[in-house]
Structures are given as structure tokens and as C-alpha cells.
């Protein structure tokens, strides 16, 4: 199930993906891309949501399907959100398949109940794919504080989702080794397609200067959900304005924590010093991480994100910039010399690591350098494309098996 580019498509491929509108989502819209450009014929079934209210269109030669969003934000908010998702992922796959037919079902988690849809056609013949972004159970349990109950109803429906598919694809090693030991997945079936920057998508843009008249700029640019750590990041930033008055820190990006975010640090007393952009477009977050002194990622450590790939992170990097983050297994694999690591969560020593940096020039180049040499050495999506592709080229192999053990 291969083709050179400018071939004639060989397989038809949907993707489903319900925690972003598409091409909001651009790790899934990166993914599309490649495979459109190696000759498969790609839908995407998304939500609608920021700005794109459009039921259907074409987006580069990708046909996009766009179905009604519930935003859930208690755990109850949550099941309304999938229950009303699901309904509708079904119904456009059905229309999908009606109208332009499916070959391989492309699932990209969260939430883990996404297989429903593939249980559906994978009896008519399509292969499945699981791409696993995130950590249902441990997500869970970051988000909400709740073992016990919850989690073993997360972890079904994540092996439901591995028993569903015929390839899984992981974004880091620490994922892929989860798919084999938890998912029970054949080493062979995994592969590790890195959530890497593409160094030639978009250019960024310039923004207004936003030191507000200090010398340094220290920046987080990602979602902001509780996972995401700004609230210990505007603890650090309350220990290093009782130092220094030189520091701005701009928190750019959307999520659930926006709001409680501006009001603790204007609780905190550090509203002048703390710019929230809110949700913004990539090219404007880029332009603001090139004015940066200091990247932060602020993500705690605990099961979770000591597992997952940052993909701002990466981003700080693909800008040449150096990185503070928390001492994560994963943000090591990442960022290595790119970064200085705080210890056990705290704040302090985050503060006390982002100074170091803001008063050694020289070292945060060095860092800047080694960061960017790896994106382009490495980790760039450029990089990763080789890996997905490899990962249709095995559900071909075992649709070849298949048949010949049918025959």
C-alpha cells in the first residue's frame, strides 16, 4: 500500500480526530499531508471550532469533514463531549465512505473511544491505525485527581483501541514501549513518529515588541490545561520578580486554565509582569518565541508527562532558543544539552535555573545552537515523514498476508 508521489492513489485513508478543529491540528494535518503527497486520497472527520464553521471542504487537496463541538470541561462536560463527537464521527464516516470510500481508518486519540468507529468498518474490509497522542488513564488522572474507577474504564477502552488496530504509531519510545507491554502490540506493528517542527511550513510573524521596557523576555508558548504546569511556572515567576525587576514572562496560548491563570497572577501581584495572549495563530506564537531570552516548559513531573514528547518544546528549539523545564524522561530524549532541568517540581529551583540563564549570554547561544542543530538533524518533521509512511508500507504488507492466506 504504496505509491511515488505523483502516482495514483493506492489506498484511501480517513482520519479522525476529535480534540481539534482541522487545520488546527497540525500534527494530524502534517500527517495528511504526507501521506496526500505519497499518493493516497486523505479525509479528515474533525470538530468545528476556532473560526472554522465550515461543514466540508477541501483544505490542499485533503476533503475535510467538520461535525458540531461540545467543549467539556468537568468530567460530566467530558462524557457530552464524546457522546455527541462519537454520534457525529459515525455519521460522516458512513458519508465518507459512501462518497469517496475507505481503505484504513486513521485514528488520532484523545479520547480513546474513537475505535467505535473503527469496529465499524473494520468488519467491511479497512485496515486500522491507531496513533496514540496521549495517555488516556494517566491523562485522566492528572486532570482530575481520581484513580481507581475511572482509570481501569480508561485502560479498556485504550486496549479496545490497540485491539482494534493493525498498526499503532507512537510519538516517542516511551509511547511505543507502552504500546507493546500494555497494548499488547507486535514490536513490528509500532512505529515512532516524533512530533517534530516543520522547518518549512510557516514563517513567523513579527509581533509587537513585548518587554513592555524590560531587558529580558521569558516565554511559554503551548496549550494551558492542568497538565500543562503554568501555574507552577507563575510560582517561579513570582520568586525571580522578588529578585529582579527585569523580567517579562508572556504565557502565549489557549486552554481551560487561561482565565484561572489571569486571575492568580493578578492575585499574586505580578499582573504587569505576566502577558496571556490567549488563543493566537502559530505564526504570531512563533514570532513571539523568537523575541524570547528563555523558553519555559513548566510541565510537572508525574506518570504523564514524564512520558510525553512537549511539542513546544521542540518548538523552542526549531527558533534556536534555550529551554527550562522540569527533570522529565522524555524532555531529557528531547531537548538534552538544549535545556537546563529543575528538580522535583519546583518552583524555586525553576526560577532559579531560568536566572542563570537570563545572566549567561554566551551559554544560552551555546544551548540555542545545540537545540536548533538537533531539530534539523533529528527531529524535524521532515525527518518523520520516512516513519509514517513506513508504517502504511506494514499495513500493506499485511494486507498482502492476509489475502494470500485467504486465497
Not at 521542540?314 to 527533570?327: N, R, S, T, W
Request: hydrophobic share 45%.
Amino acid at each position: 500500500m504504496s505509491a511515488a508521489r505523483g502516482d495514483a492513489p493506492v489506498g484511501r485513508v480517513l482520519m479522525v480526530v476529535e480534540n481539534a478543529p482541522i487545520p488546527t491540528d497540525l500534527r494530524v494535518f502534517r500527517e495528511a499531508s504526507a501521506l496526500r503527497d505519497a499518493g493516497y486520497e486523505v479525509s479528515i472527520i474533525s470538530p468545528k471550532g476556532w473560526g472554522f464553521t465550515r461543514g466540508r471542504e477541501m483544505v490542499d487537496g485533503i476533503a475535510v469533514f467538520r461535525h458540531p463541538h461540545l467543549e467539556g470541561a468537568s468530567l460530566l462536560g467530558h462524557l457530552a463531549e464524546y457522546v455527541n463527537a462519537t454520534f457525529w464521527e459515525l455519521v460522516l464516516a458512513l458519508r465518507v465512505r459512501r462518497e469517496r470510500g475507505v481503505d484504513v481508518i486513521h485514528l488520532a486519540n484523545p479520547p480513546d473511544v474513537l475505535f467505535l468507529v473503527a469496529a465499524l468498518f473494520k468488519p467491511l474490509g479497512a485496515q486500522v491505525v491507531f496513533d496514540q497522542h496521549d495517555l488516556g488513564p494517566e491523562l485522566f488522572e492528572v486532570k482530575f485527581g481520581r484513580h481507581g474507577r475511572g482509570t481501569r474504564v480508561l485502560l479498556a477502552l485504550e486496549r479496545l483501541s490497540f485491539r482494534v488496530a493493525d498498526v499503532s504509531i507512537a510519538t516517542n519510545d516511551s509511547y511505543r514501549q507502552l504500546a507493546i507491554e500494555r497494548g499488547e502490540m507486535a514490536p513490528e506493528d509500532v512505529f515512532v513518529v516524533r512530533n517534530g517542527p516543520d522547518l518549512t511550513e510557516v514563517a513567523p510573524t513579527d509581533p509587537r515588541d513585548l518587554h513592555g521596557g524590560r531587558r529580558h523576555l521569558v516565554v511559554f508558548a503551548g496549550s494551558m490545561e492542568r497538565q500543562d504546569g503554568v501555574g507552577l511556572l507563575l510560582d517561579a515567576a513570582r520568586t525571580l520578580l522578588d529578585q529582579r525587576d527585569d523580567v517579562r514572562f508572556v504565557v502565549a496560548g489557549p486552554g481551560a486554565e487561561l482565565a484561572p491563570m489571569r486571575a492568580k497572577a493578578t492575585a499574586m501581584g505580578i499582573a504587569d509582569h505576566v502577558v496571556f495572549t490567549g488563543k493566537i495563530p502559530h505564526s504570531e506564537v512563533l514570532g513571539i518565541i523568537e523575541q524570547a531570552d528563555v523558553c519555559v516548559s513548566p510541565d510537572g513531573k508525574n506518570p504523564l508527562n514524564d512520558r510525553s514528547t512537549m511539542v513546544k518544546v521542540l518548538e523552542y528549539m526549531a527558533a534556536g532558543k534555550p529551554v527550562v523545564q522540569f527533570d522529565l524522561h522524555e524532555g531529557h530524549v528531547s531537548a538534552g544539552e538544549a535545556a537546563l532541568y529543575a528538580e522535583g517540581n519546583d518552583p524555586a529551583d525553576l526560577a532559579a535555573k531560568i536566572a542563570a540563564l537570563l545572566d549567561d549570554p554566551v551559554r544560552r547561544e551555546r544551548m540555542g545552537r545545540v537545540g536548533r542543530r538537533r531539530i534539523e538533524t533529528e527531529l524535524a518533521w521532515q525527518h518523520q515523514v520516512p516513519r509514517l509512511l513506513a508504517a502504511y508500507e506494514r499495513l500493506g504488507e499485511k494486507r498482502a498476508a492476509h489475502l494470500a492466506g485467504a486465497s
